[in-house]
Protein backbone atom coordinates (compact mmCIF):
# COMPACT_ATOMS: atom_id res chain seq x y z
CA UNK A 1 0.00 0.00 0.00
CA UNK A 2 2.59 2.32 0.94
CA UNK A 3 4.75 1.48 -2.25
CA UNK A 4 1.18 2.57 -4.12
CA UNK A 5 0.95 5.99 -2.40
CA UNK A 6 4.38 6.50 -3.12
CA UNK A 7 3.68 6.03 -6.73
CA UNK A 8 0.70 8.04 -6.71
CA UNK A 9 2.29 11.34 -5.34
CA UNK A 10 5.02 11.08 -8.14
CA UNK A 11 2.68 10.95 -10.79
CA UNK A 12 0.48 13.57 -9.24
CA UNK A 13 3.53 15.47 -8.99
CA UNK A 14 4.47 15.05 -12.71
CA UNK A 15 1.05 16.03 -13.48
CA UNK A 16 1.27 19.12 -11.35
CA UNK A 17 4.31 20.42 -13.02
CA UNK A 18 3.07 19.56 -16.46
CA UNK A 19 -0.02 21.25 -15.86
CA UNK A 20 1.65 24.56 -14.52
CA UNK A 21 3.94 24.92 -17.22
CA UNK A 22 1.16 24.23 -19.96
CA UNK A 23 -0.77 27.28 -18.40
CA UNK A 24 2.58 29.87 -18.32
CA UNK A 25 2.88 28.98 -21.72
CA UNK A 26 -0.24 28.95 -22.85
CA UNK A 27 -0.53 32.52 -20.82
CA UNK A 28 2.16 33.74 -22.54
CA UNK A 29 1.52 32.69 -26.35
CA UNK A 30 -2.06 34.67 -25.29
CA UNK A 31 -0.51 37.81 -24.18
CA UNK A 32 2.16 37.56 -27.56
CA UNK A 33 -0.64 37.73 -29.54
CA UNK A 34 -3.96 40.39 -28.00
CA UNK A 35 -4.03 43.36 -29.67
CA UNK A 36 -4.04 45.46 -26.42
CA UNK A 37 -3.93 44.83 -22.48
CA UNK A 38 -8.02 44.87 -22.31
CA UNK A 39 -8.05 41.93 -24.33
CA UNK A 40 -5.32 39.52 -23.12
CA UNK A 41 -6.69 40.37 -19.15
CA UNK A 42 -10.45 39.85 -20.49
CA UNK A 43 -8.99 36.39 -22.41
CA UNK A 44 -6.67 35.54 -18.78
CA UNK A 45 -10.24 36.15 -16.30
CA UNK A 46 -11.77 33.14 -15.15
CA UNK A 47 -15.79 33.52 -15.11
CA UNK A 48 -16.77 32.97 -11.03
CA UNK A 49 -18.86 30.73 -12.16
CA UNK A 50 -16.24 28.67 -13.83
CA UNK A 51 -14.14 28.19 -10.67
CA UNK A 52 -17.35 26.97 -9.01
CA UNK A 53 -17.82 24.59 -11.60
CA UNK A 54 -14.28 23.27 -11.19
CA UNK A 55 -14.70 22.54 -7.43
CA UNK A 56 -17.80 20.80 -8.63
CA UNK A 57 -15.78 18.75 -10.64
CA UNK A 58 -13.50 17.37 -7.99
CA UNK A 59 -15.75 17.25 -5.58
CA UNK A 60 -17.53 14.80 -7.12
CA UNK A 61 -14.69 13.23 -8.11
CA UNK A 62 -13.47 13.10 -4.61
CA UNK A 63 -16.93 12.11 -3.26
CA UNK A 64 -16.55 8.50 -5.52
CA UNK A 65 -13.16 7.89 -4.31
CA UNK A 66 -14.23 8.33 -0.81
CA UNK A 67 -17.38 6.47 -1.64
CA UNK A 68 -15.63 3.54 -2.81
CA UNK A 69 -13.30 3.31 0.30
CA UNK A 70 -15.94 3.79 2.54
CA UNK A 71 -17.39 0.48 0.79
CA UNK A 72 -13.98 -1.27 1.01
CA UNK A 73 -14.22 -0.45 4.74
CA UNK A 74 -17.54 -2.12 4.81
CA UNK A 75 -17.25 -5.43 3.42
CA UNK A 76 -13.37 -5.96 4.06
CA UNK A 77 -13.29 -9.48 2.86
CA UNK A 78 -15.46 -9.43 0.45
CA UNK A 79 -13.45 -7.00 -1.78
CA UNK A 80 -9.25 -7.27 -2.49
CA UNK A 81 -6.98 -4.08 -2.86
CA UNK A 82 -7.00 -4.47 -6.51
CA UNK A 83 -10.36 -4.25 -6.86
CA UNK A 84 -11.25 -1.17 -4.42
CA UNK A 85 -8.30 0.61 -7.04
CA UNK A 86 -10.60 -0.40 -9.77
CA UNK A 87 -13.72 0.65 -7.79
CA UNK A 88 -12.00 4.30 -6.75
CA UNK A 89 -11.44 4.55 -10.40
CA UNK A 90 -14.95 4.05 -11.53
CA UNK A 91 -16.40 5.81 -8.95
CA UNK A 92 -14.34 8.91 -9.86
CA UNK A 93 -15.27 8.24 -13.57
CA UNK A 94 -18.78 7.94 -12.89
CA UNK A 95 -18.52 11.96 -10.92
CA UNK A 96 -16.87 12.64 -14.24
CA UNK A 97 -20.03 11.82 -16.25
CA UNK A 98 -22.47 13.41 -13.38
CA UNK A 99 -20.63 16.59 -14.12
CA UNK A 100 -20.31 16.76 -17.95
CA UNK A 101 -24.35 17.47 -18.13
CA UNK A 102 -24.34 20.00 -15.05
CA UNK A 103 -21.26 21.98 -16.65
CA UNK A 104 -22.96 21.73 -20.03
CA UNK A 105 -25.83 23.69 -18.91
CA UNK A 106 -24.57 25.77 -16.44
CA UNK A 107 -21.80 27.07 -19.42
CA UNK A 108 -25.24 27.81 -21.71
CA UNK A 109 -26.83 29.49 -18.93
CA UNK A 110 -23.90 31.64 -19.07
CA UNK A 111 -23.34 32.22 -22.52
CA UNK A 112 -27.23 33.11 -22.47
CA UNK A 113 -26.66 35.52 -20.00
CA UNK A 114 -23.61 37.50 -21.61
CA UNK A 115 -25.22 37.63 -24.72
CA UNK A 116 -28.17 39.20 -23.03
CA UNK A 117 -26.15 42.10 -21.43
CA UNK A 118 -24.30 44.50 -23.48
CA UNK A 119 -20.44 44.67 -23.45
CA UNK A 120 -19.52 47.79 -21.23
CA UNK A 121 -16.59 49.72 -22.88
Do not use: C
Not at 9 to 33: G, N
Not at 73 to 95: I, K, N, Q, S
Amino acid sequence: MEDALIVGIIFASIVAIVKIVSDASTRRRLMEKAASDIEATKALQLHPEMINLSSLKWGMVLVGIGLAWLISRWMPYYWHDETVVGLMFLLAGVGMLVYYPIAQRKLKQIEQAERRTPPTT
